[in-house]
């Protein structure tokens, strides 16, 4: 019976083919398939033969292949999604980078940094750098979510664009998104509060 079930490193391809290409793991996404030293010995054949991509140290991608371009760089938020499920911690893009997808700004941030509860880690992918800061509870209000974004942006920009802040998140959070809002509001600095209860107030297409 044991003859017949599939290896380690065979599991572990089963699954990245599940995720699909362009996606980025590390050893401990597949500690239910093997033991650790076996999950390491899988990978590192699974490099070798070209399946897999090697992006750093623990850290693996099944890439994303383009015709002339050849394999891709993953995408910066799997990249830190994937390094927060290793410690299990989470992340939250930083202000720069929310105030961008709010369209507060059209400049976009050379660097694509996270904050985090866990580890600091920065890790280049090329011409491209990942960087989790560690941060305060008080800095990572309902991370990985749109209400962590407006929180984000919101700290960014400070008082004097709070009321654009306030326009550009009434329209865009779900009615859903508002209650979370309205429940962490009490976490954010004083100066934001009036600011995210008049968002969470606002009528929602949803809702």
């Known amino acids: 019976m044991k003859a017949n079930s599939p290896s380690v490193p065979a599991r572990i391809m089963r699954r990245a083919n599940a995720t699909g290409r362009g996606g980025v ?3 401990s996404d597949f500690l239910d398939v093997g033991a650790r030293a ?3 010995q899988a990978l590192s054949r699974l490099v070798k033969n070209g399946k897999l991509r090697r992006l750093a140290r623990g850290l693996y991608d099944y890439p994303k292949v383009h015709p002339k371009l050849g394999p891709l760089s993953p ?3 799997d990249v830190a999604a994937a390094l927060a499920r290793e410690t299990g911690s989470q992340v939250q893009i930083d202000g720069a980078r929310a105030a961008n997808a709010l369209g507060l700004t059209t400049q976009v941030p050379a660097k694509n940094s996270y904050l985090t509860n866990g580890p600091s880690r920065r890790v280049v992918l090329g011409k491209r750098v990942v960087h989790l800061r560690h941060a ?3 800095h990572l209000i309902a991370p990985g979510s749109a209400v962590g974004t407006v929180f984000q942006a919101l700290r960014h920009v400070g008082p004097v664009r709070a009321a654009d802040v306030a326009q550009i ?3 865009r959070l779900s009615a ?3 209650k979370t809002l309205a429940s962490t509001a009490c976490q954010a600095p ?3 509060q009036p600011t995210l209860t ?3 107030n606002t009528a929602s297409v949803d809702g």
Request: no cysteine; aromatic share 8%; proline share 12%.
């Open 25 to 27: 793991f590390t050893p």
């Open 190 to 192: 004083a100066w934001m």
């Open 38 to 40: 076996a999950v390491d």
């Open 198 to 200: 008049s968002i969470a």
């Open 169 to 171: 998140a009434a329209h």
């Open 75 to 77: 995408a910066p938020d």
């Open 176 to 178: 859903r998104d508002k």
């Open 136 to 138: 305060s509870p008080k």
